[in-house]
């Protein structure tokens, strides 16, 4: 149902593009109705597949973030400390490896076959993916420690939902920069500009952003509110 309702949403949004594209507002209705009868057996078969995914992820009662988040918030001050440590390094192998992804990539492409380069670029990646998670688990009781010492001062430097908070929207700020600073051919800043190739014109990804609001829709729909009593008991 999830799905279905996230269907009808991206159904709205392209019908609406389209009908400003083609300057007639009168066929909005006819275009929403086609692209609702495109997307609907999709969004069946991504509604299974994120149903499956909850079944297997959490057998028992689904939790939302939000419940998620509240048990992070109330563990013991260890546990809590090495979570809040654990959230920004996190965000950071995520964006670095990211960017180190996407700069081997267009180094490999720019030399023999893309069947060659693709197979070298799979291996780098899940090379420096796992150097990466390595050099975070060794950072680790580090930055436990640092935050630890600052919570002293400072009671929420070790709420796991202000340091993964700040961690992801600095993250999303070094993505948004490279975009903004990066050309169409991936130059115009280093590190970061080879992001600028989100730029191109022939790079469409809206089909890619309505599946992900179409799963993201459906997701909600496997959560189970948590019970408030107990059942009768004869």
Request: glycine residues 12%; aromatic residues 4%.
């Amino acid at each position: 149902m999830g799905a279905s309702f996230g269907a009808l949403l991206v159904a709205l949004a392209e019908a609406r593009e389209v009908a400003l594209v083609g300057g007639s507002h009168e066929a909005f209705s006819a275009l929403a109705l086609a692209e609702l009868g495109v997307l609907a057996p999709l969004a069946l078969g991504l509604g299974v597949l994120v149903a499956g995914a909850a079944l297997f992820l959490e057998p028992g009662v689904p939790r939302s973030p939000s419940e998620r988040l509240a048990a992070a918030r109330v563990q013991p001050v260890f546990a809590r400390s090495r979570t809040a440590a654990l959230a920004p390094l996190v965000c950071g192998v995520a964006t670095v490896w990211l960017l180190t992804t996407a700069t081997l990539g267009r180094a490999a492409l720019a030399h023999g076959s893309p069947r060659v380069a693709g197979l070298a670029l799979a291996v780098e990646s899940i090379e420096g993916l796992l150097a990466l998670c390595a050099a975070a688990l060794a950072l680790l009781p580090s930055v436990r420690r640092g935050l630890a010492s600052v919570a002293a001062r400072w009671p929420r430097a070790i709420d796991p939902a202000l340091t993964g908070g700040a961690a992801l929207g600095a993250s999303l700020c070094v993505l948004a920069l490279g975009v903004y600073l990066g050309d169409a051919g991936g130059d115009g800043a280093p590190v970061v500009g080879i992001l600028g190739v989100l730029k191109r014109g022939e790079l469409d990804l809206r089909p890619v952003v309505d599946l992900v609001a179409i799963a993201t829709c459906a997701w909600p729909s496997s959560w189970s509110p948590a019970p408030t009593s107990r059942p009768f008991e004869a």
